[in-house]
C-alpha cells in the first residue's frame, strides 16, 4: 500500500461548488503539505502544518481552507470552487529532524467548470 | 522573480543521446534538490545536493551544486525512454520552518 494517499483521484466540479480533498499517511510523519501544480508554474505551496495544532499558509493561500485531523490526515478545503483552482493537487509528508525528504502522494486532478 | 530558474524548459531527445539540464539562482542555499516526476504520480526525491562543488551520482544521473551554491546541473549519459518526466530542483527557503520552493521544471522526452 502506498504511504502517502489522496482522494478523490479525480474530481470534476461546477463553479461555487464546495470541495474537500484528502489526504492519509502511514509514514508517521508529523509534517505534511499541499500543493497546487499548474502546467508551466511548477508546484506551489497553499498550506503546511507542522503538528495537529499548527498550521500555516503557504504562497498561495486565498480561496482555499486546511484542516489537521490527525497527525495521518491533511484535507484541503475549496469553499467555493472557481474555474482558475482547476489543477493538480499533491500533499506531501516529512518527518522533522530527519533529512530533508518530501514524500508525496498521487496527486488529486482538479476540474472546475 | 523566480527563485529558481530551470532551463531549458522542454527537451525531446532520441534514446542514447546525452543531456544537461540547469538549475540557476541569484540566491545562495545550503542544500538544493532534484525530484523527478512522472505522469500521473507525484514528485520523488533523486538527490540532496549540500557542499559547493559536490557530485552525485545515481547510474547514469550526475548531479553538480556550483561551487557558490547558487546553482546546480543534471546530466543523463545514454538517456533512454524511461527517464521521460519532469525534472524539478528545489530548495528549502522557509528556514527553519522547513519549506520547499520549487522550479518551473524540465519536462524530458526520450524517444525510442
Known amino acids: 500500500d502506498a504511504d502517502v494517499t489522496q482522494t478523490p483521484r479525480n474530481r470534476i466540479t461546477k463553479t461555487g461548488k464546495r470541495i474537500m480533498l484528502e489526504c492519509s499517511q502511514t509514514?508517521?510523519?508529523?509534517?505534511m503539505y499541499w500543493y497546487r501544480q499548474d502546467p508551466g508554474l511548477g508546484l506551489r505551496l497553499i498550506y503546511y502544518s507542522f503538528d495537529v495544532k499548527d498550521i500555516n499558509k503557504g504562497e498561495i493561500s486565498d480561496g482555499y481552507s486546511v484542516s489537521r485531523q490527525a497527525q495521518a490526515k491533511f484535507s484541503l478545503s475549496l469553499e467555493s470552487a472557481i474555474p482558475n483552482q482547476t489543477a493538480l493537487y499533491f500533499c506531501a509528508t516529512r518527518a522533522s529532524g530527519s533529512p530533508d525528504t518530501q514524500y508525496f502522494g498521487p496527486g488529486t486532478r482538479l476540474t472546475v467548470l | 522573480t523566480q527563485l529558481l530558474e530551470q532551463s531549458p524548459q522542454f527537451l525531446s531527445i532520441q534514446e542514447g543521446e546525452n543531456l544537461t539540464v540547469y538549475c540557476n539562482s541569484s540566491?545562495?542555499?545550503?542544500?538544493l534538490q532534484w525530484y523527478r516526476q512522472e505522469p500521473g504520480e507525484g514528485p520523488v526525491l533523486l538527490v540532496t545536493?549540500?557542499?559547493?562543488?559536490e557530485v552525485k551520482k545515481l547510474k547514469r544521473l550526475t548531479f553538480q551544486f556550483g561551487d557558490a551554491r547558487k546553482d546546480s546541473s543534471l546530466h543523463i549519459t545514454a538517456a533512454q525512454p524511461g527517464d521521460t518526466g519532469l525534472y524539478l530542483c528545489a530548495v528549502n527557503s522557509g528556514g527553519s520552518n522547513y519549506k520547499l520552493t520549487f522550479g518551473k521544471g524540465t519536462l524530458l522526452t526520450v524517444n525510442p
Open positions: 540566491s545562495v542555499f545550503s542544500s
Open positions: 545536493v549540500v557542499t559547493g562543488g
Open positions: 509514514k508517521g510523519h508529523d509534517r
